[in-house]
């Protein structure tokens, strides 16, 4: 599977992105899915993960109730629809697949085995 993720960009506080993540391969509709940020000098950090079917979704307590992650699998493709931005959400968002998401391992980076390539997004305050 390879993702290509994008839509990054600078927008002011409070503004809105919409991430997408487009994925080669057959299997994309058995995959769970993640997005992941790192900002400079910072650790990779879970942001938000769905599940193959769309079923259940999980997020990271800084982004709750503004960030929003969907799929659509006839397009092969995971977004993340990112609301009330912040400064701190300055970071490279990274998407990534994994084969076996569940409730226990969903936040951890090395449970997805696949990863795009990161899309800049920069929030000026």
């Known amino acids: 599977v390879q993702l290509q993720a994008f839509g990054g960009g600078l927008v002011q506080a409070g503004g809105s992105l919409r991430l997408s993540c487009v994925a080669s391969g057959r299997a994309f509709s058995s995959y769970g899915l993640g997005w992941f940020r790192q900002a400079p000098g910072k650790e990779r950090n879970f942001v938000a993960a769905i599940t193959w079917d769309s079923e259940t979704t999980y997020y990271a307590d800084s982004v709750k109730g503004r960030f929003t992650i969907s799929r659509d699998n006839a397009k092969n493709t995971v977004y993340l629809q990112m609301n009330s931005l912040k400064p701190e959400d300055t970071a490279t968002y990274y998407c990534?697949?994994?084969?076996?998401?569940?409730?226990?391992?969903?936040?951890?980076?090395?449970?997805?085995?696949?990863w795009g390539q990161g899309t800049q997004v920069t929030v000026s305050s």
């Open positions: 990534a697949a994994s084969t076996w998401l569940t409730s226990t391992n969903y936040g951890l980076s090395n449970n997805y085995f696949y």
